[in-house]
């Protein structure tokens, strides 16, 4: 059996703007229409999420060719926190054509490295309070309904 994936990424800045950065990977030279938005060919890898037993840090990376232009997306990405949304396709292996979205995930940008070759961009979950050193989430009363104001609250 022959399966093939295709990747599209579209970044946006953390307040939700969509930026003009808009990738996928399997149709080379090529400019590809999803979600009503175009997407312009770039050869990257997405290594999936991974998380712990607890559910928590959801990690993530895309590999790039270096480049300048990648490297200046990367470094404001990485700067101000952008948003990039992964989506995952099944593939017709002969035409290359969508058959069914696989999944869509959501990743904080929080770094990068790179050397003379390849470009990784690290990619984390928004909900991560220990990566990002800031908690993304805060309960209140909308989210979990009344709170007690006495006693004790048990996390377990």
Aim: no cysteine.
């Amino acid at each position: 059996m022959t399966i093939a994936i295709g990747t599209y990424v579209l970044l946006k800045q953390s307040d939700g703007i969509i930026t003009p950065y808009r990738f996928q990977n399997f149709h080379a030279g090529e400019s590809r229409m999803f979600q009503g938005l175009p997407y312009l060919f770039a050869g990257f890898g997405f290594s999936g999420g991974t998380l712990d037993l607890q559910g928590a840090n959801i990690s993530a990376s895309m590999v790039f060719a270096v480049n300048e232009l990648d490297l200046n997306v990367f470094k404001q990405a990485a700067d101000e926190r952008w948003i990039a949304q992964v989506n995952t396709v099944w593939l017709d292996p002969e035409t290359l054509e969508e058959t069914d979205n696989y999944s869509s995930e959501v990743y904080q940008i929080t770094g990068f490295e790179h050397d003379s070759s390849r470009l990784q961009v690290r990619l984390s979950s928004p909900l991560d309070a220990v990566a990002a050193d800031t908690p993304r989430r805060t309960l209140t009363q909308s989210l979990v309904g009344a709170l007690p104001s006495t006693g004790n609250i048990s996390l377990n």
